[in-house]
């Protein structure tokens, strides 16, 4: 269930931990929607909270090994303040760049999380924003923004001048709708999860349509509202097939490698939770974490998530560290899965 290996191909990730807890404020995660793995070796996860909720929205900053450093960009209209963080991405210079698709805009932090500017407004016109999501950086530091709600990807350079657009509402390829997550792979190409379309779609630097891969199922290789997309050095993809609630991993020709659907661990702050809480560590003792499917009699994967802890539920993003690990943010058991390559 938690594994499988298209036409017996070898394994491309492995489990490795995951991190997390759901929390209102301070550590832990609420809803969160996108992980930053940065080059200082830290964590940003963006919180979107539940309905906007005051206490919930925040970024906050964790490693690999769970250690937890703080929060910044709380819930609020001002500069350095966040309303419903939905994506983020690190410059070359080590700043930190959160997509609000509530407030139309981008708001830059340094990895204290003090606020560094903002920019970005509600319209259609060029340069201008509606619902932004995911963020990617090019090795020139420009900005490609996912501008969901106006079907198209929009180019900045780093403090926001506008560069280029491409992108329409519509189904042909070069096409998109409600584009989510963005990224750039090594050799400069835009790889785009094209949600709407149930497709991943891989532009050139100036927009022009390369190939797309997917269409609307549940086999390997297809996927069902994908959220977001990585890309290696390798040219494989890894893809969060959102409405799937998995994880797929193509080759450079979108062939499927390996289709993960959870293998979460308890993190290290739940378990100290339950140290500290003992009766809600002797109830989940006792709990049946991996009930019988059949006898549930359940037939999508949505169910199958809510029902069984370690599997993915609500997978949101992907994201690649330098050292080739995969960062699953997962929205509804607000956590993160953390897989590593195999070789």
Do not use: C
């Not at 390829?173 to 779609?201: C, F, K, M, S």
């Amino acid at each position: 269930m938690a594994i499988s290996v298209p036409n017996g191909r070898t394994d491309v990730l492995e489990y490795s931990t995951t991190i997390g807890i759901v929390a209102m404020e301070g550590r832990g995660f609420e809803y969160p929607t996108d992980t930053v793995a940065a080059k200082n070796g830290r964590l940003y996860v963006l919180n979107r909270s539940r309905d906007f909720g005051e206490r919930g929205v925040r970024v906050t900053v964790a490693d690999l090994e769970s250690e937890f450093y703080g929060t910044f960009g709380h819930y609020g209209d001002g500069d350095g303040q966040l309303v419903s963080p939905a994506g983020a991405a690190e410059d070359s210079q080590g700043r930190i760049y959160v997509a609000d698709d509530y407030t139309h805009r981008i708001t830059v932090f340094d990895y204290e999380g003090n606020f560094v500017s903002k920019w970005g407004s509600l319209g259609t016109d060029k340069g201008e924003l509606d619902g932004p999501s995911g963020v990617a950086f090019d090795v020139d530091d420009n900005v490609y923004v996912a501008d969901t709600h106006n079907n198209r990807v929009q180019k900045f350079t780093a403090s926001g001048v506008f560069l280029l657009a491409f992108g329409s509402r519509g189904s042909a390829e070069g096409h998109l709708n409600l584009p989510w997550g963005v990224t750039v792979a090594p050799g400069g190409d835009v790889v785009v999860a094209d949600w709407g379309n149930n497709r991943i779609q891989r532009f050139s630097p100036d927009g022009d349509f390369i190939a797309a891969w997917g269409r609307s199922v549940g086999g390997d290789g297809e996927f069902l509202r994908p959220s977001g997309v990585a890309v290696d050095e390798r040219g494989y993809m890894y893809v969060s097939d959102w409405g799937n609630e998995r994880v797929q991993v193509l080759d450079v020709d979108g062939n499927p490698l390996q289709v993960l659907r959870g293998q979460a661990t308890l993190s290290k702050w739940a378990a100290n939770f339950l140290e500290i809480n003992r009766e809600e560590g002797e109830a989940r003792a006792s709990a049946n974490l991996e009930p019988d499917l059949a006898s549930l009699d359940l037939d999508d994967p949505h169910a199958e998530s809510a029902h069984i802890e370690k599997l993915f539920w609500s997978p949101m993003s992907v994201k690649l560290d330098q050292e080739g690990r995969l960062y699953v943010t997962e929205g509804n058991r607000h956590r993160i899965q953390v897989y590593q390559r195999t070789s």
